[in-house]
């Protein structure tokens, strides 16, 4: 059954964000619906709500975030109720050309949710990148779940999901820039 909870929403360009009510679908087949335990704030989430990344309004914001895995879909085998997990933004294929030669960063076929989270409207939200946290519960991909251990606290593990991962990505990759330009 589809459950409603609260989550942070920007309605427009520049408008103030709002704490509004989210219906959260049963997850579809590969999907999962994550208790989300902490979400930080980062820089992405106010470029959305300036519409700096899109016109795709309204958005759920928040991605950068941990938490337990409440129910899974049809078909999902890598996380189960209960597993403490970290999001990611896009869940990779494992089976393109890019994640067969061990580069899955350069991945032709992510994965998000394709059931959509709404407002009670039934207005559809669009996940700010494709997690969208700021909420109790959120739907994503289950690909997208990456399991870490659950001693460690859940606000310091959801900085794993972007401010580490882009910080050791501009500094492990000097060439971060000069590989994300050449051809896959
Ligand atoms: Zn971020
Ligand atoms: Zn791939």
New binding site residues.
């Given amino acids: 059954m589809p459950q409603e909870v609260r989550g942070v929403v920007a309605h427009g360009k520049g408008k103030p964000v709002s704490l509004e009510t989210i219906v959260v679908p049963d997850p579809g087949p590969g999907e999962a619906v994550v208790r989300v335990q902490a979400c930080g704030v980062c820089h992405t989430d106010l470029h959305y709500r300036e519409g700096g990344i899109n016109d795709e309004f309204p958005f759920l914001l928040g991605h950068e975030a941990a938490g337990v895995v409440e129910t899974v879909g049809e078909g999902v085998a890598e996380v189960a109720p209960g597993d403490f997990v970290i999001l990611n933004w896009r869940a990779?294929?494992?089976?393109?050309r890019?994640?067969r030669r061990g580069e899955?960063w350069y991945?032709?076929?992510?994965h998000n949710a394709e059931r959509r989270m709404t407002l009670a409207s039934g207005e559809e939200l669009t996940p700010a990148l494709g997690i969208g946290a700021f909420v109790e519960k959120t739907l994503v991909h289950a690909g997208q779940c990456t399991k870490v251990n659950p001693a460690v606290k859940p606000e310091v593990a959801g900085l794993l999901g972007c401010g580490v991962m882009a910080g050791i990505g501009a500094r492990s990759t000097r060439a971060g820039s000069a590989a994300a330009t050449r051809s896959p």
């Fill in positions: 990779v294929d494992g089976t393109c890019a994640c899955p991945c032709f076929s992510t």
